[in-house]
């Protein structure tokens, strides 16, 4: 008979994969909090959550239960203009209550690419309505990762990502990685001198948004120097400029907080969300949309929309997933987790192969100088630890759930594989 392996090679093309060359691929079979198993029924701890959307551990029968009462009771009807359903108006509710001051509306999507695509459009719209047709421009960040879209693709500041497609969408400009070992003990002034800079050669009066991630992810789970996030907020709010805030990976509990937005205290205009507000058991997601935004687009019509925006099995599975973070206390858990594997962690850095080991929360990253990740990636899974290699670092989020033990043992593998990789 042939293996699922063998079909998965036949018939499937991976995202990120080479077409013609399918991977030899890690057939998953199941997963119960931050444990994973495959068709052979080895086990796994996992230390990435996939592609790290799953703060409440795999495995959450109440999840599915709630999933399927709400397909028995009413599995979708369209949200498009005046249709609407309970779950979608109480998830709004919902994050109203926890999202950071200024937030006022909620527009629900599918997952996080269509949410930056939404919040792009929703900025230039609202400038647009208010008379600054001419504010088109957005500033994104080299490192940052908004997505898969036309939009998103073309404000993710990593090249290898964008090649290939042709032209996306124009009017996208650049600032330097907020990385602060690039750029020294003044990164935050070199950083807010640059954007000041920018901002008076291509004119204030043109741009219509700053897009980024509270902490790089994609780009190797990279906190900002220390003040960078409120003074970006400040120079952008004086010179009109939206504030879009990607926290498709950082909200729902990673950083030890609701949102990263609350951690670093910023209060954007938009915050985008995905990935943890399901906890990834059904895609969903949501842009918080604040005042400033609703100002400028008041009575413009949006003509802008996902058949299955607001899809009210999402909706109610986001709902039961908040309340597990909320009852489980799971943000709490993550600074706490966050710390002792940072104690594990942090002796790497006397490696000289190693230039950083750095995080927040539970999202951690191992930065390499020049020694490839991916050989660590592999090592640590043939001894059972699933981790994540991304470019030259090795970055981590494990469900918020994982025990101490399994930590722990994620740690123990983690470094003797990186301490090996010095060769
Ligand atoms: N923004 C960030 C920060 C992400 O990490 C991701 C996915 O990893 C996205 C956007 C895109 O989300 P999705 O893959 O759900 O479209």
């Given at each position: 008979m042939t293996s699922l392996a063998e079909l998965d090679k036949r018939t499937l093309i991976h995202p990120h994969s080479v077409v013609g060359a399918p991977a030899e691929p890690l057939v998953l079979d199941r997963g119960s909090g931050a444990l994973l198993w495959d068709t052979e029924g080895r086990e796994y701890i996992d230390g990435t959550c996939g592609l790290w959307q799953c703060p409440v551990g795999h495995g959450r029968a109440e999840l599915a239960s709630v999933a399927a009462e709400q397909i028995a009771r009413l599995e979708f009807f369209s949200s498009f203009g005046d249709y609407s359903n309970a779950p979608a108006i109480r998830l709004a509710e919902r994050l109203l209550s926890l999202a950071p001051n200024g937030i006022e509306r909620v527009f629900l999507t599918n997952g996080g690419s269509e949410g930056n695509e939404t919040a792009i459009k929703l900025a230039r719209l609202a400038h647009h309505h208010a008379g600054s047709p001419e504010r088109t421009v957005i500033l994104a960040r080299s490192g940052g990762y908004h997505g898969m879209g036309g939009g998103s693709l073309a404000a993710t500041g990593i090249d290898g990502l964008r090649a290939g497609f042709g032209p996306l969408l124009p009017d996208v400009e650049w600032l330097d990685k907020p990385h602060g070992i690039e750029h020294g003990p003044d990164a935050t002034e070199h950083l807010v001198a640059e954007l000041e800079r920018r901002i008076a050669e291509i004119g204030a009066h043109r741009i219509a948004a700053f897009i980024g991630e509270p902490v790089l992810g994609v780009g190797g789970m990279v906190p900002p120097p220390e003040g960078y996030w409120p003074r970006v907020q400040e120079v952008l709010r004086r010179n009109g400029i939206l504030f879009i805030a990607d926290e498709i990976v950082t909200a729902f509990g990673r950083t030890g907080h609701w949102f990263g937005s609350e951690y670093f205290g910023i209060e954007p205009d938009m915050i985008v969300t995905a990935k943890g507000i399901t906890s990834g058991y059904i895609p969903m997601g949501a842009v918080l949309i604040g005042r400033r935004v609703l100002e400028l687009a008041?009575?413009?019509?949006?003509l802008h929309g996902f058949t299955y925006n607001g899809h009210p099995v999402g909706a109610a599975v986001a709902l039961a997933n908040i309340g597990i973070i909320e009852r489980e206390n799971l943000c709490e858990r993550a600074r706490v987790l966050g710390a002792r594997l940072r104690t594990r962690l942090?002796?790497?850095?006397?490696?000289?192969?190693?230039?950083e080991v750095r995080g927040v929360g539970l999202m951690l990253g191992i930065e390499f100088d020049g020694t490839p990740a991916a050989p660590v990636q592999s090592g640590c899974r043939a001894d059972g630890v699933v981790v994540r290699a991304s470019g030259t670092s090795i970055v981590l989020s494990p469900p918020l759930v994982i025990t101490g033990e399994q930590l722990d043992t994620l740690a123990d593998v983690l470094c003797r594989h990186v301490t090996a990789a010095a060769g």
């Open positions: 008041g009575g413009a019509t949006f942090d002796p790497l850095a006397e490696l000289p192969h190693v230039r």
